[in-house]
């Protein structure tokens, strides 16, 4: 069974960066991707970031992309999330997720599927 357990969520001034971790332990596969998604109370998860299981085929939503980067240490089984140039609107609990799907479709990944972490909070003040 795959666990996932994200940390490094906290409170950042506007324009400031933060790196969320995800390490992964149970079985893993060659195959799928791990990513990110984020939901603010009151609206639907929404997907963030993903990466392969290989470590190649990272894709962003178009809200992150150039601001937030997505990267893996196979040997460690963890993702991280590098957000720089942080935005109010940034503001949400993240979620780590991890699915057999690849990365280019796991923005596809519903709240029931997959695998998901408990969340960590990240709060953008402005």
């Known amino acids: 069974q795959v666990q996932l357990v994200e940390s490094g969520g906290g409170v950042v001034q506007a324009g400031g960066s933060l790196t969320l971790s995800c390490i992964r332990s149970?079985?893993?596969?060659?195959?799928?991707?791990m990513g990110w998604f984020r939901q603010v109370p009151g609206e639907e998860r929404e997907f963030v970031a993903a990466?392969?299981?290989?470590?190649?085929?990272?894709t962003y939503a178009d809200s992150v992309k150039g601001r937030f980067t997505i990267s893996r240490d196979s040997a460690a089984e963890t993702i991280y999330l590098r957000m720089n140039r942080l935005k109010p609107e940034d503001t949400a609990v993240y979620y780590c997720?991890?699915?057999?799907?690849?990365?280019?479709?796991?923005?596809?990944?519903?709240?029931?599927?997959?695998?998901w972490g408990q969340g960590t909070q990240v709060t953008v003040s402005s």
């Open positions: 149970g079985r893993t596969y060659s195959h799928g991707a």
């Open positions: 990466i392969g299981n290989t470590g190649a085929g990272a």
């Open positions: 997720a991890a699915d057999h799907l690849n990365p280019g479709v796991l923005f596809l990944l519903s709240p029931h599927e997959g695998t």
